[in-house]
């Protein structure tokens, strides 16, 4: 799978979006961007994924550049419930069943 | 429906000693995994099953770790002698999977809550 660089923690004030960014230029052709979240004592929580075209649901919007290098994760109306560390994870959807998880980023949403 | 059950959620144990720990996932999950998460990283796979066969193990999961999945439903993941390093949170989750083993479909999972170890 391929690597991907997330920053390791951001704030957003409650209300506005959250914009978080992920690097993952050795990504190939056939691999997935994924973004799962975990809430503090809670296991991680699926938000959304995408190939190359945008992607959005109840949750969130995925952007994924046109080069595929990077994407940036929007929640459009964060609350205070959005804090969690996120995790930006690059897949392919054919024989390979591990999700590889970085670090994430640590997201604080400030009142 | 309840989600991916995890039972005990937290066990505390000396060095040594013997733990199990149960997972119920989905219902209608086939796919099963098991992960360890340890303080400030993210999730390490361990392995996975399908239906009752594993199919994949880390080389994480030394000789004294062993996971099972008798009947295709719950899982059990046990770990002998325990040691101070095993201290981690262990997680399960599910997903319902298509086609053959070649053929992943899209990787979303449902977790539990997890089980936290602490080897003393």
């Known amino acids: 799978d391929a690597k991907t660089t997330q920053p390791t923690s951001m704030d957003c004030a409650e209300g506005r979006a959250a914009n978080l960014p992920c690097n993952h230029s050795t990504i190939s052709g056939n691999e997935y961007v994924y973004w799962y979240r975990q809430i503090h004592s809670q296991g991680p929580q699926y938000i959304i994924h995408g190939l190359k075209n945008n992607e959005t649901n109840e949750m969130a919007s995925l952007i994924i550049t046109e080069d595929r290098k990077s994407s940036t994760l929007i929640l459009p109306h964060a609350t205070l419930r959005d804090t969690a560390v996120y995790y930006c994870i690059v897949r392919a959807n054919f024989g390979n069943e591990k999700l590889t998880f970085g670090t994430g980023t640590r997201l604080t949403i400030i009142p | ?120």
């Open chain 2, 1 to 120: 429906d309840t989600g991916v059950s995890q039972n005990p959620r937290h066990k505390i144990t000396k060095r040594g000693q013997n733990v199990t720990f149960r997972c119920d996932p989905i219902s209608e999950h086939n796919r099963l995994y098991w992960y360890r998460q340890t303080l400030g990283q993210g999730p390490e796979f361990l392995t996975y099953f399908q239906n009752e066969a594993q199919l994949e193990k880390s080389r994480l999961l030394s000789d004294r770790f062993s996971a099972e999945r008798p009947k295709g439903s719950f899982s059990t993941l046990e770990i002998q002698r325990t040691e101070q390093g095993d201290s981690a949170m262990y997680l399960c989750a599910s997903r319902k999977g298509i086609g053959g083993q070649q053929y992943s479909g899209a990787n979303v999972l449902t977790f539990g809550a997890g089980s936290r170890l602490t080897v003393l």
